[in-house]
């Protein structure tokens, strides 16, 4: 029997399984990714810092040489030099006094753009006396910002020569990928020292160039990329392998189902060689063992209901010509006594034989169109006399329109036969009996109710059980077996059979297939009825 396709429950292994391997891969990846974002970060951070470090260290000592000219010196001097140096290690400079009060402060680095070099006479060297030497022309640096500075009006006007540090013409000295367009948040403040170690004023270095920043974003993407991959991947591999799982178990789900529903003849096929296929084989042995069993037991019952056929039939002879002979009074009373067991005796063999036929699986079963409401009305009449003797009042509920099903006659009459001998039994003198037909769906429901004495609550559960007995039934007659085959025939023709009862009374309802319509999932019961 081929294995059933359907969408799996989210709470199966199909969906958990794959979402599992998902979030497993989920998390490495993440996992992974912000461990190696952490330590590209904090290894730029380190770069970022060992740069103003270094920067500031080859800056300290031409500052230190303006700081032992401050007298001197005037503050452009001081505010050239801060440009200069901002410009040549790309960061903000500020020249701080020893009471870190700002001397000199080179502005933001994204205002800064040329570095300009003037040739200059200094201007010492032309108050020189006439016959002196010509003094050598020095380099003078400054900076312009984005908005240059209007030349000055005396050429002659006097520059002041700054010193140039040195390890500082290439921002990328420390071999990081610095990014032009960012700056970093540090700063770093260095102290200025003459050579007795007097201080002179402080260094103070900030939005330095950002290193790394393109590439933590860049890797940052692709770990994003990454990890979208392998969480695809991983719930591919996590399908495939759920898939491999449960379709095994679907198999043997499948054919325990079948067991369950009576048939001993099922057996999985799953050829595996793992546990799967070890629990398979162990399944097999263990149904081909249950259906012996269950075969001997069944083939004992019906060979034993079956010889008990001939000493009943003998036993009955000899009673019959026991009564029309000369007995007193007491034997005759004895030998009615005799008759009764020996026909509820006979009831009995010949139930068992009924329920071992309707349990036999592998028979094959006749099945013709069956007009309900006619067979409904050919039961009714053969209890008519003896409705008429209890004074019950016996109704028939049924539509206009008959309703066929497809099924055995013969069964079906058992059936509503059983039900109504039971409302007939246990209803009172002047109770009433109700037989009811009606089309629910994709079924037909045939309800019977009475208003008898009805069936004690702890009792229900146990109804369909073989020679059960509600216990205010022991003073009439029965044998317990009648619902029993009542559910085996409607079961057998793919309906359901349920039983409500109150102290107002007692309702059966059964449900069978209309004609054609063999669909399983819809047993055509109202809710309010016990399934048990």
Same mark, same amino acid.
């Given at each position: 029997?081929? /294995?059933?396709?359907?969408?799996?429950?989210?709470?199966?292994?199909?969906?958990?399984?794959?979402?599992?391997?998902?979030?497993?891969?989920?998390?490495?990846?993440?996992?992974?990714?912000?461990?190696?974002?952490?330590?590209?970060?904090?290894?730029?951070?380190?770069?970022?810092?060992?740069?103003?470090?270094?920067?500031?260290?080859?800056?300290?000592?031409?500052?230190?040489? =303006?700081?032992?000219?401050?007298?001197? =010196?005037?503050?452009?001097?001081?505010?050239?030099?801060?440009?200069?140096?901002?410009?040549?290690?790309?960061?903000?400079?500020?020249?701080?006094?020893? &009471?870190?009060?700002?001397?000199?402060?080179?502005?933001? /680095?994204?205002?800064?753009?040329?570095?300009?070099?003037?040739?200059?006479?200094?201007?010492?060297?032309?108050?020189?006396?006439?016959?002196?030497?010509?003094?050598?022309?020095? +380099?003078?640096?400054?900076?312009?910002?984005?908005?240059?500075?209007?030349?000055?009006?005396?050429?002659?006007?006097?520059?002041?020569?700054?010193?140039?540090?040195?390890?500082?013409?290439?921002?990328?000295?420390?071999?990081?990928?610095?990014?032009?367009?960012?700056?970093?948040?540090?700063?770093?403040?260095?102290?200025?020292?003459?050579?007795?170690?007097?201080?002179?004023?402080?260094?103070?270095?900030?939005?330095?160039?950002?290193? #790394?920043?393109?590439?933590?974003?860049?890797?940052?993407?692709?770990?994003?990329?990454?990890?979208?991959?392998?969480?695809?991947?991983?719930?591919?591999?996590?399908?495939? /392998?759920?898939?491999?799982?449960?379709?095994?178990?679907?198999?043997?789900?499948?054919?325990?189902?079948?067991?369950?529903?009576?048939?001993?003849?099922?057996?999985?096929?799953?050829?595996?060689?793992?546990?799967?296929?070890?629990?398979?084989?162990?399944?097999?042995?263990?149904?081909?063992? @249950?259906?012996?069993?269950?075969?001997?037991?069944?083939?004992?019952?019906?060979?034993?209901?079956?010889?008990?056929?001939?000493? @009943?039939?003998?036993?009955?002879?000899?009673?019959?010509?026991?009564?029309?002979?000369?007995?007193?009074?007491?034997?005759?009373?004895?030998?009615?006594?005799?008759?009764? &067991?020996?026909?509820?005796?006979?009831?009995?063999?010949?139930?068992? =034989?009924?329920?071992?036929?309707?349990?036999?699986? #592998?028979?094959?079963?006749?099945?013709?169109?069956?007009?309900?409401?006619?067979?409904?009305?050919?039961?009714?009449?053969?209890?008519?006399?003896?409705?008429?003797?209890?004074?019950? +009042?016996?109704?028939?509920?049924?539509?206009?329109?008959?309703?066929?099903?497809?099924?055995?006659?013969?069964?079906?009459?058992?059936?509503?036969?059983?039900?109504?001998?039971?409302?007939?039994?246990?209803?009172?003198?002047?109770?009433?009996? +109700?037989?009811?037909?009606?089309?629910?769906?994709?079924?037909?429901? /045939?309800?019977?109710?009475?208003?008898?004495?009805?069936?004690?609550?702890?009792?229900?559960?146990?109804?369909?059980?073989?020679?059960?007995?509600?216990?205010?039934?022991?003073?009439?007659?029965?044998?317990?077996?009648?619902?029993?085959?009542?559910?085996?025939?409607?079961?057998?023709? #793919?309906?359901?059979?349920?039983?409500?009862?109150?102290?107002?009374?007692?309702?059966?309802?059964?449900?069978?297939?209309?004609?054609?319509?063999?669909?399983?999932?819809?047993?055509?019961?109202?809710?309010?009825?016990?399934?048990?």
């Amino acid at each position: 029997m081929p /294995v059933q396709h359907f969408l799996p429950d989210r709470r199966s292994i199909r969906w958990w399984l794959p979402l599992s391997y998902a979030a497993i891969a989920l998390l490495a990846a993440a996992a992974l990714g912000g461990l190696l974002l952490f330590t590209l970060r904090q290894h730029y951070n380190e770069m970022e810092r060992r740069y103003l470090e270094v920067s500031a260290e080859a800056i300290a000592h031409s500052a230190e040489r =303006l700081f032992l000219d401050r007298q001197i =010196l005037p503050e452009e001097v001081f505010q050239s030099s801060a440009n200069i140096y901002s410009f040549l290690v790309k960061s903000r400079v500020r020249l701080l006094d020893v &009471e870190q009060r700002v001397v000199a402060d080179s502005g933001s /680095v994204l205002q800064q753009s040329t570095l300009s070099v003037d040739v200059r006479k200094p201007l010492w060297t032309l108050q020189e006396p006439a016959g002196t030497p010509p003094a050598a022309y020095e +380099t003078f640096l400054s900076v312009r910002q984005q908005e240059p500075a209007p030349p000055p009006e005396d050429e002659n006007s006097p520059r002041y020569p700054i010193p140039v540090p040195r390890r500082l013409d290439n921002p990328g000295w420390m071999g990081g990928i610095v990014t032009s367009d960012s700056h970093t948040d540090l700063s770093l403040t260095v102290p200025l020292f003459d050579r007795e170690g007097t201080l002179l004023g402080y260094v103070e270095l900030s939005e330095s160039p950002a290193f #790394g920043r393109d590439i933590i974003t860049d890797v940052a993407e692709k770990a994003v990329l990454a990890g979208a991959i392998a969480v695809l991947l991983a719930a591919s591999a996590g399908w495939m /392998v759920s898939r491999r799982i449960t379709q095994p178990v679907l198999a043997l789900a499948q054919v325990t189902r079948r067991m369950a529903e009576g048939d001993l003849t099922a057996r999985t096929n799953l050829q595996r060689r793992d546990e799967l296929g070890l629990l398979a084989r162990t399944f097999n042995t263990m149904a081909e063992r @249950i259906e012996d069993t269950v075969l001997t037991l069944r083939r004992f019952v019906a060979d034993a209901a079956h010889e008990i056929n001939t000493p @009943i039939t003998a036993l009955r002879t000899n009673l019959e010509l026991a009564a029309g002979g000369a007995l007193s009074a007491e034997g005759l009373a004895d030998l009615e006594r005799a008759q009764v &067991e020996l026909t509820r005796l006979e009831t009995l063999t010949q139930s068992l =034989l009924t329920l071992s036929r309707l349990e036999a699986h #592998g028979v094959e079963r006749i099945r013709t169109p069956v007009d309900l409401s006619a067979l409904i009305r050919q039961v009714v009449e053969n209890f008519a006399s003896r409705v008429e003797q209890t004074g019950i +009042t016996l109704t028939l509920a049924l539509p206009a329109e008959a309703p066929v099903v497809q099924g055995d006659e013969e069964q079906l009459a058992r059936v509503l036969s059983n039900l109504l001998d039971n409302a007939l039994k246990f209803t009172p003198a002047g109770g009433t009996v +109700t037989v009811s037909l009606q089309s629910v769906a994709d079924r037909v429901q /045939v309800s019977v109710t009475d208003t008898g004495i009805g069936i004690p609550a702890e009792d229900l559960p146990r109804l369909f059980s073989r020679f059960h007995r509600g216990r205010n039934a022991a003073a009439f007659p029965g044998n317990g077996l009648g619902l029993v085959i009542a559910k085996a025939i409607v079961e057998d023709h #793919g309906g359901q059979i349920a039983l409500s009862s109150s102290a107002a009374g007692t309702s059966v309802v059964f449900s069978c297939h209309r004609r054609g319509d063999r669909r399983q999932g819809h047993d055509g019961l109202p809710d309010s009825l016990d399934r048990r």
